[in-house]
C-alpha cells in the first residue's frame, strides 16, 4: 500500500510539473471530441435499457464517475468539456459544437441481429450524419464543413465487445472456426467507416486499440482449465494466450490499415494507439506502478470476480486503487489515468500512440 501511496504521489507531481511546463491548457485548434465506441468510452449512460440487455455485465462498468474512462480524461487535457452522451443532447447547435459521445456499452462493429438496440458501429455512424446535417442547416454548409474539417477530433474505439461475444459463445475457441478471419472482416469495416467520416470532411482521427482481453479476469480463468493449458501462479495472472493473439492480430491489422490510409487520404491525420502494449507493461509489472492485485477484479462474483459484473457497489475491494482491473473486463481508475497520460504525451511508456501523440495531433 504504501508504495502504491508513493507512486500516486511522484505521478500527481509529475502531472502537475509538466502543466507548468507546457501551460495548463494546450494551444489546441481542436474545438470539440466526437467519440464512437463500445464498452471502452461508455458507463451506461448511452445505452438504451442498460443494464437490463447486458446479462452478467457489470451495473457499475466504470470505476468511479463517467470523467474516468478514456475519452473524457484525453478531452480534459485538451482543454475541452465531456463530450455529452447522444441520447442526453437537445440538438441544439450550441451543444453539438461542444462535442458528443456517439458510444455505447455492448456496440459492436458487426450489426447484432439478436439484438438491435445495441448501437453498432453502423448506427453509431448514421447519428454522426445526422449531427453533420444538423450543424450544416444551423451554419450553412461551407461553415460547417470547415468546423467538421479543422476543429473537430474522432476519437474511435471498437472492437472490444465483438471479441467478448466471440469468447463468451461456445463455439468460440474450436480449432478449425473462422476466429482467425474475423480481425480482416472487422477492419475491412472500421475501413469503411473511416471513409465515409472522410468523405463528411473529418480529418482528424484517433483509433484506441483493444486492450489484452486474455488477461481480464473473466477469460484469465479459462487458464485454470487444463484444455487450455496453464493455471494462476500466485498471485500473477497466467493471461490466455489464444485470446490475446486474436487480439494482437486485429490491433496490428488496423494498424496497418491506418498506416495506409493516411498515405491515402489526402490531409487526413490518423493515430493508432497500442492500449494492449501499455496494459501488458502494467501486467508485468505492476509493483513499478504502484498496484498489489494484477489477476482479480476488484468488484465481482466468483473466482478473482471475474465470473460475472458489478453488481452493487457495496461488493467493491478495500483498496480499488491497488488493483489493475476494475470489474470482469475494464480496468481501473488509476490504469486509465496512466493510458491517458501515455497516449497524450507519451510520459509514462513512449510510442504508445503512432505516429505521434495525441498532445502533436491536437495543436498542429
Not at 17 to 22: A, D, E, S, T
Not at 330 to 343: E, T, W
Amino acid at each position: 500500500m504504501k508504495s502504491n501511496m508513493k507512486f500516486v504521489l511522484l505521478h500527481i507531481v509529475n502531472t502537475i510539473f509538466i502543466k507548468i511546463v507546457n501551460g495548463n491548457t494546450p494551444m489546441s485548434k481542436i474545438k470539440a471530441m466526437y467519440v464512437l465506441g463500445d464498452s471502452s468510452v461508455d458507463c451506461g449512460e448511452n445505452t438504451l435499457f442498460f443494464p437490463f440487455l447486458l446479462n452478467n455485465l457489470s451495473l457499475h462498468p466504470c470505476d468511479g464517475p463517467p470523467s474516468s474512462i478514456l475519452p473524457h480524461l484525453l478531452a480534459k487535457k485538451i482543454g475541452l468539456p465531456y463530450p455529452i452522451p447522444f441520447y442526453s443532447q437537445n440538438g441544439s447547435t450550441e451543444v453539438l459544437l461542444r462535442g458528443v459521445n456517439l458510444g455505447s456499452t455492448g456496440a459492436t462493429i458487426m450489426s447484432n441481429p439478436t439484438n438491435s438496440v445495441l448501437q453498432s458501429l453502423n448506427q453509431q455512424l448514421r447519428q454522426a450524419f445526422e449531427i453533420f446535417q444538423l450543424l450544416q442547416l444551423e451554419l450553412g454548409q461551407e461553415t460547417a464543413t470547415d468546423f467538421i474539417q479543422s476543429s473537430t477530433l474522432f476519437y474511435i474505439s471498437f472492437g472490444k465487445d465483438d471479441y467478448i461475444d466471440l469468447f463468451r459463445s461456445n463455439s468460440a475457441m474450436i480449432p478449425g472456426s473462422n476466429e482467425m478471419q474475423l480481425s480482416r472482416i472487422l477492419v475491412d469495416q472500421m475501413t469503411n467507416a473511416i471513409q465515409y467520416l472522410y468523405g463528411s470532411s473529418v480529418r482528424k482521427f484517433l483509433f484506441m486499440g483493444i486492450l489484452p482481453l486474455g488477461c481480464a479476469p473473466r477469460f484469465s480463468q479459462w487458464t485454470n482449465d487444463p484444455m487450455h493449458g496453464g493455471g494462476h501462479d500466485g498471485d500473477r495472472v497466467v493471461c490466455a494466450d489464444e485470446i490475446n493473439n486474436l487480439i494482437l492480430e486485429y490491433n496490428a491489422f488496423l494498424e496497418n490499415r491506418i498506416v495506409s490510409l493516411n498515405v491515402e487520404l489526402d490531409d487526413a491525420q490518423l493515430i493508432f494507439c497500442d492500449v494492449y502494449r501499455l496494459m501488458m507493461e502494467i501486467i508485468k509489472n505492476p509493483n513499478t506502478y504502484g498496484f498489489e492485485n494484477v489477476k482479480s477484479a476488484c468488484c465481482g462474483i466468483g473466482l478473482d470476480n471475474g465470473l460475472s459484473g458489478c453488481m452493487s457497489m457495496n461488493m467493491v475491494c478495500e483498496n480499488p486503487s491497488t488493483y489493475v482491473w476494475w470489474d470482469l473486463f475494464n480496468p481501473g481508475r488509476i490504469v486509465s489515468s496512466l493510458v491517458a497520460d501515455s497516449i497524450w504525451s507519451g510520459q509514462l511508456v513512449s510510442d504508445i500512440c503512432r505516429p505521434t501523440t495525441i498532445q502533436k495531433l491536437v495543436s498542429a
